[in-house]
């Protein structure tokens, strides 16, 4: 009986270790020989908007510099290295909750895209990551009851006009610069 346990343990230890990914030791050295010097961002010509209210295409611009700003802030000099490279990013879905449909209805925030580094010189890609995500979970204080989530959540979206945007590009800013400065 042991013996099938141990048998048993020992068939789970190795299917688990299986499943542990690597990162290519490629793409780390090439992401430490370059860094950031310009970010482009780009929408993919099907990307998902929400969120937006009267003025969408305003308030998406609006939103895609306040991302700007913020990967401009943290990535502009990661990773380190000599190579000057371009950081493009190809939004696919990029979801802005407004003010009150946080605080009423608990709608979430989100970002999706694609991230591409590019020798800024030559064009020439150098490393890219598919599926970026960042989100802006909404619902806080929902185990107190929906007066108290209400309450939280009004306090939490108050101060500057886009900081449900600042939120969401803080949030994917942080994805793109754990890809960068894998190890």
């Known amino acids: 009986m042991r013996i099938v346990r141990f048998l048993t343990l020992l068939v789970l230890a190795v299917a688990l270790a299986s499943c542990v990914t690597t990162t290519d030791p490629r793409l780390i050295a090439a992401l430490q020989r370059t860094s950031v010097r310009e970010i482009r961002i780009e929408l993919a010509p099907d990307v998902k908007t929400f969120g937006f209210g009267d003025k969408p295409d305003q308030q ?15 990535l502009i000099g990661v990773p380190g290295g000599p190579t000057r490279g371009r950081l493009v990013v190809t939004l696919h879905v990029f979801d802005v909750t ?13 970002i999706d895209g694609t991230v591409r580094l590019e020798d800024a010189k030559t064009g020439q890609l150098i490393a890219e990551a598919q599926n970026i995500h960042g989100e802006d979970l909404s619902m806080r204080g929902s185990g107190y009851g929906v007066i108290v989530a209400v309450a ?16 969401l590009s803080k949030s994917f800013t942080r994805n793109v610069k754990t890809w960068l400065t894998q190890k």
């Open 98 to 110: 407004t003010k009150q449909a946080r605080i009423i209805g608990g709608h979430d925030s989100m």
């Open 152 to 167: 939280i959540n009004a306090a939490t979206t108050s101060g500057a006009p886009d900081i449900m945007a600042q939120r």
């Open 60 to 74: 998406v611009q609006e939103a895609v510099r306040t991302l700007q700003a913020t990967m401009a802030k943290e």
